[in-house]
């Protein structure tokens, strides 16, 4: 399946309608309202991305360089992987796009 690809330049934010558990190394996410009841682990670099994302004011650009930051490698080695990785929790509505 071809997913979105998310501008680097997007703003993105948390949707308010995922509960979400802070545990040593990662989260625990859960999207509400919908049909899935599935929980998601965010654990190691996804736990990097899904902390940036709390972020005020955040960026997918701002995310990929937090994250490259946070794992010593340059930003251009992750972009994609990060931007698909948004793009995956934009479609389960834990992500917003936009202002």
Same mark, same amino acid.
């Given at each position: 399946?071809?997913?979105?690809? &998310?501008?680097?330049? =997007?703003?993105?934010?948390? =949707?308010?309608?995922?509960?979400?558990?802070?545990?040593?190394?990662?989260? +625990?996410?859960?999207?509400l309202?919908?049909? =899935?009841?599935?929980?998601?682990?965010?654990?190691?670099t =996804?736990?990097?991305?899904?902390?940036?994302?709390?972020?005020?004011? &955040?960026?997918?650009?701002?995310? &990929?360089?937090?994250?490259?930051?946070?794992?010593?490698?340059a930003?251009?080695?992750?972009?994609?992987?990060?931007?698909? +990785? &948004?793009?995956?929790l934009?479609?389960?509505?834990?992500?917003?796009?936009?202002?």
């Amino acid at each position: 399946m071809d997913r979105t690809v &998310i501008d680097v330049g =997007s703003a993105i934010s948390r =949707s308010a309608q995922v509960a979400q558990v802070e545990s040593t190394g990662g989260y +625990f996410l859960l999207p509400l309202g919908g049909d =899935s009841c599935e929980v998601l682990a965010l654990l190691g670099t =996804s736990a990097q991305v899904w902390r940036a994302t709390g972020l005020p004011g &955040i960026t997918v650009r701002k995310v &990929i360089d937090a994250v490259a930051h946070d794992v010593g490698i340059a930003p251009d080695d992750i972009e994609e992987d990060v931007q698909n +990785f &948004i793009a995956a929790l934009v479609e389960r509505g834990l992500l917003t796009v936009g202002d």
